[in-house]
């Protein structure tokens, strides 16, 4: 019998059992994957990661945990409008080294991490409480004990749905994310330490398409697309480095794709409740990633200590109702995460529809003044829009400056 089970071994699942472990409690985590793994994804760590205190800087510095520190966002439309807003803190790192960094300070702290194990359904007491999940490995179907169970499983989290925490996801909650990571990117100023975005709907169908720059001429690009399409997004990430625009970047007798993958990630926002008898959702698999932008891995980290916190509150009292872990629902609501998400998908659904025309719009909005500069700085890097309450003057300023435009013909 465990204190807590936690499925999945992502930065969500990794700090929080680290967190409730340090407490001097039991915690099982497990991932279907064979770790090490890497999700994935561009790699940006947001400066409120460090700012809100989830991670150290300068820790993650001394372990050669980061690839880059970043100068500013550079952000390019299909005609070939640039707009660039400033990155203060804003970090690029490797996934599969990032991930593993987080679990190993798990194991230190005292957490059983067992891989190549799918937890496929959850187990219930007599009181209806969920006290366990079931999980299958090479050798069979096993039944795992705890107090509580915490679902860090990502977006296709079985968990959260058998517990009632949320339905099932229809496929406009998720985009389709494809990633490479290549050799041979030119690092030359201006852009060495920027990180680049595309807004072309031809590259990326209602999404956007990046490039993040990494250390030794090594860059992270990737590809998003939403909602159907004639293409997988794998296509349309080699379709990407095809562009003359990317060409110009790359040193092509040195340029190699050395890794690539896809994988879906939520864009909707949280839907449903996080908590129940015994049981949470952190991370993805409640939908906890900003709408425009895709970033995942702060939330990811406050949602992982935030469910820690309410989890050790609840095992000193001996006490895993709903009524104790809604604690942890109201914490995460106290950093204006839904507001910031409804904020993001206003904007994104009102673009989508003509996306190349209207981030023109955008961009030219941007750039009549540094005001409008700095509050789409604001939308899509430096997370205003999702810590804490959003301003009134950004969204007064958007909503009647900005949006008029996007709506006319």
Request: hydrophobic share 40%; aromatic share 10%; charged share 30%.
């Amino acid at each position: 019998m465990y204190d807590v089970t936690i499925s999945g071994a992502g930065p969500a699942g990794a700090l929080c059992g680290s967190i409730i472990a340090k407490a001097g409690y039991n915690v099982i985590i497990f991932d279907k994957a064979k770790l090490p793994w890497r999700k994935p994804c561009g790699g940006g760590v947001p400066e409120h990661v460090y700012s809100e205190g989830l991670l150290n800087y300068d820790e993650l510095k001394r372990a050669n945990i980061i690839e880059k520190d970043t100068k500013d966002m550079y952000l390019r439309s299909n005609t070939g409008k640039e707009l660039i807003v400033e990155t203060p803190g804003e970090t690029v790192v490797d996934r599969k080294i990032f991930d593993q960094y987080l679990r190993d300070k798990a194991l230190d702290a005292g957490a059983i991490i067992q891989d190549q194990k799918t937890v496929i359904d959850i187990v219930r007491d007599d009181n209806d409480y969920i006290n366990g999940v079931k999980i299958k490995d090479s050798s069979g179907v096993k039944e795992i004990n705890s107090n509580i169970v915490i679902a860090a499983d990502g977006v296709g989290s079985k968990i959260v749905v058998k517990a009632g925490l949320r339905k099932k996801w229809t496929q406009d909650d998720y985009a389709i994310c494809s990633v490479a990571l290549i050799e041979g990117y030119i690092e030359s100023e201006p852009l060495s330490n920027s990180m680049q975005l595309f807004i072309d709907d031809n590259i990326a169908p209602n999404s956007y398409a990046w490039l993040f720059p990494m250390r030794d001429n090594k860059a992270n690009i990737g590809v998003g697309i939403w909602k159907k399409s004639k293409k997988r997004a794998m296509d349309y990430l080699m379709k990407l480095t095809q562009q003359p625009f990317f060409k110009k970047k790359i040193d092509e007798k040195k340029f190699k794709i050395f890794w690539k993958s896809s994988y879906p990630i939520p864009i909707q926002g949280v839907k449903g409740r996080t908590y129940g008898d015994g049981v949470m959702g952190i991370g993805d698999s409640m939908g906890f990633v900003a709408p425009i932008i895709g970033e995942g891995i702060f939330s990811a980290l406050l949602t992982g200590k935030l469910a820690a916190q309410s989890a050790i509150k609840a095992l000193k009292i001996g006490d895993y109702s709903k009524k104790i872990l809604k604690e942890y629902q109201r914490n995460w609501a106290k950093f204006g995460l839904k507001e910031g998400y409804n904020f993001q998908k206003m904007m994104r659904d009102m673009m989508v529809d003509n996306i190349d025309e209207n981030f023109n719009k955008l961009i030219d909005w941007a750039l009549e003044n540094e005001e409008n500069r700095k509050l789409i700085g604001e939308m899509f890097v430096s997370g205003t829009s999702l810590v804490g309450n959003i301003p009134s003057e950004l969204i007064s300023k958007i909503t009647k400056e900005l949006l008029p435009r996007i709506k006319s013909k």
